[in-house]
């Protein structure tokens, strides 16, 4: 039995000394002065002492030094965390609670302690406290308004703030505009309990005002209720990759000698232009355009200077349209034009500011040439019409053009 032979009277009052000898829980009874008069068995195996080498002393000489309140027991009822140090010098973490048990006449008679080892709490605390502090990428801790209530260094640094002017504020506040309703849907979601995490990729501003993107990964945490009390995100700058991605995109989507869309955007764009005019904004008009005399400027100044009369070829076209169109090149000398016109007069204004800019005097190089060029149009009200089909009636109008051309020039 782990207490002592000669508890003391007021010890001896206690009605449920079975419950306090035998119970799960670490149990003592220290006297005013802070000596203890009881411990349980589970209390002992706690401290890893016999109750012989607690009974009589000063509960200080168990409690880490940083830890001892020179004052004596705290007469509060409030639950603390402090440190005792076991007979083989080990420190534990052990959550204590603290009654003060009166006598009739209301005067302190002992203190009835029932303690909690909470060791491994506090160091799987201490462990998430080192990993958010050092973690490479930014964590952050918000409430359920979206408001940050704990940051690390790495995402001050991502966003220019110091810790002092992040705390309390709203993710909103530093949310790149055009992302802001998707921050605030994902932060709803997880508050209502729809989602238990979230990854999202949106911008925010840096302090200095310039665009950072970021990837997110939000985690709602449940509190005793099960419903969640607050949330955890980490941050990734992923500015490198969405860069990386636009490039490959670029690559993928556009010719990368004049940068206009190539066959598969081309083929994307018509298809978009021909649900437009099912919806009824207007007619498709497909202009194609073939640079003449290309292959003997190439074979007799070589492949670059081609290359630079078919780059000086796409500027002239891009200057010839309208801010909406799309501008296309399929390859060697052929460009194509996808507008949406009002009407069939539009559609033969584009063509003809077309033919009259690639059929111009340009510099290429130091090489001052006259740029040669057939130009064909077709429009149609049709949505069901197919690209290739369009782009060979378009070349069939050009080549007709430009049979009539010759045959007026003979």
Known sequence: MATSSQPG????????????????????????????????????????????DLVGHDYRSVTHRDDVDEQGPAESDEPLEKRYIRSDGTVIWVLVSRSLIRDADGAPVHYLSQCQDITRRREAELLWQRSFANAPIGMALLDLKGSWTQVNDTLCDMLGYSSEEMIGMSFTEVTYEDDDDRGRAALDELVHGVVESVNIEKRYRRKDGQAIWMLIRATAVPGANGLPAFVVSQYEDIGERRSADARLAQLALHDPLTGLANRTLLADLMDLALKRIARGDGLLAVVVADLDELKPLNDEHGHVFGDKMIIAAAGELEAAVRGGDAVARLGGDEFVVVSLVENAAEGAELRDRIEQRLNADVTVGDTALRLRTSVGLIITTDPEAGRDELLHAADQDMYERKRRRGSARS
């Open 9 to 52: 009277g007021d010890a001896e009052s206690i009605l449920w000394r079975p419950l306090f000898e035998q119970g799960a829980a670490a149990m003592a009874i220290i006297d005013v002065q802070g000596r203890y008069l009881h411990v349980n068995e589970a209390f002992c195996r706690m401290l890893g002492y016999g109750p012989d």
